[in-house]
């Protein structure tokens, strides 16, 4: 689940979508025919015998929506193969996205995921913030790919530094003792902005995806500093 939530947060797809890609550029050209009388006869024997990357490639091409050019010469013939590599590509694309959207509707884990609700592409604060490290830890805690109980193990796990609440990221970065004055500083710094009441007055779970976006044009974008530092405290404390 993590894995997927991270190629939406991430902007990027899976490996299959290249390697199907040149796949189809690959047999565009076959189709087309080449310099190499060995290599078309070779594919000739290939589509003859229907061998199994035959088979494999045309199905992936039906599927993807790309069948009126099985075994059509004057199609290919007509067509460039790069700009039809490059529909092909898109259309693996949107087809990846949408299963992107059913799977982080289906996994129970994801409901931790501060993306489940936006568009599928690379986020914000990847380009903002400069320190890889809390980058990193961003990422880890948007995602819910971290070492919090909720995480790892299940929603009923304990704190381990208060143990009066399970160890969710609504209890660690709002709640817990355990960074208290951590949580001090950063919260009297938002009292003291004008937009404070907007914020106070949000669910924690949107308090939670306010302070995590990191964005330049989200509400807290003039205390993405003091964001961060209070990230990094919690991290020195618990090793997310």
């Known amino acids: 689940a993590s894995s997927v939530a991270c190629l939406g947060e991430l902007g990027r797809y899976p490996t299959y979508?290249?390697?199907?890609?040149?796949?189809?550029?690959?047999w565009m050209r076959l189709e087309k025919g080449?310099?190499?009388?060995?290599?078309?006869?070779?594919?000739?024997?290939?589509?003859?015998?229907?061998?199994?990357?035959?088979?494999?490639?045309?199905?992936?091409?039906?599927?993807?929506?790309?069948?009126?050019?099985?075994?059509n010469e004057c199609v290919i013939s007509n067509n460039h193969v790069g700009s039809l590599a490059k529909q092909f590509e898109q259309r693996l694309k949107d087809q990846w996205v949408q299963i992107w959207h059913a799977k982080m509707n289906e996994f129970v884990h994801v409901q931790h995921c501060i993306n489940t609700e936006k568009n599928y592409k690379r986020a914000d604060y990847l380009d903002i913030l400069h320190n890889g490290n809390i980058r990193n830890l961003v990422t880890k805690l948007r995602i819910g790919y971290n070492n919090l109980g909720y995480s790892v193990k299940t929603n009923?796990?304990?704190?381990?530094?208060?143990?009066?609440?399970?160890?969710?990221?609504?209890?660690?970065?709002?709640?817990?003792?355990?960074y208290k004055n951590a949580r001090i500083a950063l919260f009297e710094k938002i009292k003291s902005a004008k937009y404070c009441y907007y914020y106070f007055s949000l669910s924690s779970k949107d308090q939670i995806k306010s302070l995590l976006e990191l964005s330049g044009d989200c509400i807290l974008a003039d205390l993405r500093t003091d964001i961060c530092y209070y990230i990094k405290c919690i991290n020195d404390i618990l090793n997310i």
């Open 34 to 71: 080449t310099k190499n009388t060995l290599l078309n006869y070779a594919y000739k024997l290939e589509k003859q015998e229907r061998s199994w990357w035959y088979d494999g490639i045309a199905n992936i091409i039906r599927e993807t929506g790309f069948g009126n050019l099985v075994n």
């Open 17 to 26: 979508i290249k390697a199907w890609t040149l796949a189809f550029k690959y």
């Open 156 to 178: 009923t796990m304990k704190c381990p530094k208060c143990e009066n609440d399970y160890e969710t990221l609504e209890h660690v970065l709002l709640q817990c003792n355990a």
